[in-house]
C-alpha cells in the first residue's frame, strides 16, 4: 500500500489567467478514501483556493460530478484505490463552461429541465375531498427507473450530441419528462411530446448510449430517449391515420 | 405542417432491420461465396424465373429501398455530428435523402418493367 | 429597501467563464466513441451493397450477357475485397442492431417486463430463419 497518491487537478481563476492549467497536489493514500476525501484534504490542508461542489457525499445529491481521468463520475464513488498507482487526473465536467476550478455552470441544464414541464400535469386538479391518487405496483414500475435522476449531468458530459449541439435537450431532461409521461397520475404526455419532438428534442439523439454508461443510478437515459422515439413516431402514425383522432 | 422527422426515423429503423435481418447472408453468397466458387450460384434461368414473382419484386424492392432510406438518415447525422458540417445541414439533407430517393425511384421501374 | 431596485439579471453569456471547444476529432478520444462512429459508418457499406443489389438486378432484367458481365466483375478482387469489407461491417450492423434492440422496446406480458435476453434472442433467432430461407431459395435453383 502505498503511502502518498497524486491528483492532477484542473486550476481556472479567471482574475488571474485566460486558460486552465493543471496542479499536481501529493495526498495521503487511504484505501477508504474516495476523490472527494482526497479534494477537501487539499483544500483543507495544503491549497485553501480549489474550489469545487460537493454536499452529501453519498451518492444522492448530484453534486460532486467530475471527469476523473477522463470518464464523468461522481468523486464521492470513485475510490482512490481503484485508481492505483495514480496519477489521477480531476477535471471540470465536459461541455459546460467553467466557472472556477471544478466548478461548472450548470444553468443550461436547469432550463432545459425546466423546459419539458418536470411535475405531474393534470386537466383538472383533483381537490382534496376526493381523496389520494391510487396508484398500483405495477404503475409505480412503468416509470420508477426514470425517477432515480439525481441531476449530477454525469450524462450531459458524456453524450457528444450535447457537446456539438449545445442546444440538444440532454439525456436527463428527457428520461425526467419520460417518467412523468409514463406516470399514471399525469395526463401531459402530448404536451411534452410536442415540446420534444421538436428541433433539438429526443429526434437529436443518435444512440451513442455513452449516458447510460455513466449514470450512477441505473436510469438508462439513452433507453428512455429511443422508448421515446417509438412512442413519438406511432403518435405520427396515428395522427396522419386519424387527423382528429389524436389528442 | 407536420414534423417529418418521426416518418424518416420510422423508414430509418425499417430500413436498419431490412439490412440486419438479410445482408449479411446476401453479401455472404453474392459477394463472396459465390464468385470465389465455394458454392454453386444460381443459373440466371432460376434467378430470372424467381424474378418474375410479383412476391420476389416486392421482397427485392424493400431489399433495396428500406436499407439505403436507413443509409441516408444515418449518414446524415454522422455528417452534421461527426464532421460538425452544421452550415451545410440542409445541403446533407438534401443530398442523402435524394440519393436514395433516386435508387429508390430507380428499383421500382425495374422492378414494374420485368417482361 | 426604501428604493425599487430592477431585478438582478443573470446572464448566460459571463466574459470570464471558459468555454471549451469540440474538436473535429472528438470520436478518436474514447474508445466507445470510435466504436459508435464505425457503427454508424457501417450504413454505408449497407448503402453500398444495396447499390450492387440494384446493378444486379439491372443487368438480370436485360438479359443473360449483361448478367454474366456482373457476375464476371463480382470476381474480380477489387470487388471481392469490397465485399470482403462490406460483410464485415454488415456484421456490425447487424450485431450492434439486435443488442441494441431491447432498450427501445419495452415489452410487458401480464405486467411484467421481458428480460432483454428474449428480445435479443427473438432478434438472433429470427436472423437465423431468415438467413436459411434465403440460402434455401439461391442454393436450390
Known sequence: MPEKMALTVTRYRPEKESEPTAQTYEVPFRKDWVILDALNHIKDQLDGSLSFRWS????????????????????????LADYLPGPIRVEPLDYFPIIRDLVTDLTDFMQKLEKVKPWIIREREKPLAEGEYLQTPDQLDAYKQFSMCINCMLCYSACPIYGLEPSFVGPAAIALAQRYNLDSRDQGA?????????????WECTFVSECTKVCPKNVDPA?????YKLTGAAHWVRSLLLPRGTR | MRPITPFLWLLF????????????????????????????PPRYEALYGLLRHPVTRLYLFVLIALPLFHWAHRFRYTLYDGLQLKHLTELIAVLCYGTALAATAMAAVLLWNVP | MSAEAPAPRYTLYHPRWYRRRVSVWWWLQNPTYTGFVLRELSSVFVAFFAVVFLWQLRALVRGPEAYAQVLARLGTPLFLLLHA???LFVLIHAVTWFNLAPRAMVVRVRGRRLPDWVIVGSNYAAWLVASAVVAVILLRG
Open chain 1, 56 to 79: 452529501c457525499r453519498m451518492g444522492v445529491c448530484g453534486s460532486c460530478g467530475m471527469k476523473v481521468n477522463g470518464t464523468p463520475k461522481l468523486t464521492c464513488a470513485a475510490f
Open chain 1, 190 to 202: 402530448a404536451e411534452r411530446l410536442a415540446i420534444l419532438s421538436a428541433k433539438d428534442g429526443i
Open chain 3, 85 to 87: 469489407v462490406t460483410f
Open chain 2, 13 to 40: 429503423s425499417a430500413g436498419g432491420t431490412v439490412a440486419a435481418l438479410l445482408f449479411p447472408v446476401h453479401v455472404f453468397l453474392t459477394g463472396l461465396a459465390f464468385p470465389l466458387g465455394w458454392v454453386e
Open chain 1, 223 to 227: 433507453g428512455a430517449i429511443q422508448q
